[in-house]
């Protein structure tokens, strides 16, 4: 379901909203925030609930992994854009899971007339990083319907 109006977000988004995403705001195009569900000094797995005014969505990026990595994707609230390098974008809506593997390309975020939320799951690995790249052009992503 498309959520434009904040106070009805923040009701649907039963994970929270957390603070501004400023750490990571030059990979972003408009506004997110993170809210942590796991401590990373107290748990192997990092969970974040990771939420998106409408139009914001991050740049192309590739979680890198020697073995093992990668994201998995729980969305929870709005609705949002998935989409690997070469492939057509997957419209996102509450209780879709999105694996992605590691050493893919790709971009997610919410739709232009939607807040949009999901659980962002770091697969544990060995030797990861986030290789962080080009935004997502707006000719990309207004196109998408």
């Known amino acids: 379901m498309k ?3 904040k106070s ?6 039963v994970f929270g909203m957390g603070n501004a995403n400023t750490a990571y705001a030059q990979y972003f195009t408009g506004n997110s925030y993170l809210n942590p569900l796991t401590d990373p000094g107290n ?7 990771v939420s998106f005014e409408p139009g ?6 590739i979680h890198r992994a020697k073995s093992g990595g990668g994201q998995l994707l729980i969305c929870t609230a709005g609705e949002g854009w998935y989409q ?3 492939k057509k974008a997957v419209s996102l809506t509450p209780g879709m899971v999105i694996t992605i593997p ?10 232009k007339d939607s807040w949009f ?3 962002a799951v770091e697969v544990p690995g060995e030797e990861t990083a986030n290789e962080w790249l080009e935004a ?5 992503y207004n196109g998408l319907e």
């Open 56 to 61: 914001c969505r991050n740049n192309w990026h």
């Open 3 to 5: 959520i434009n109006e």
């Open 43 to 49: 748990c192997p797995v990092f969970l974040a609930n």
């Open 136 to 140: 997502v052009d707006d000719e990309t």
């Open 84 to 86: 690997e390098e070469g």
């Open 102 to 111: 590691a050493n893919v390309k790709h971009w997610h975020g919410a739709k």
């Open 117 to 119: 939320s999901h659980i």
């Open 8 to 13: 009805m977000f923040d009701r649907e988004n």
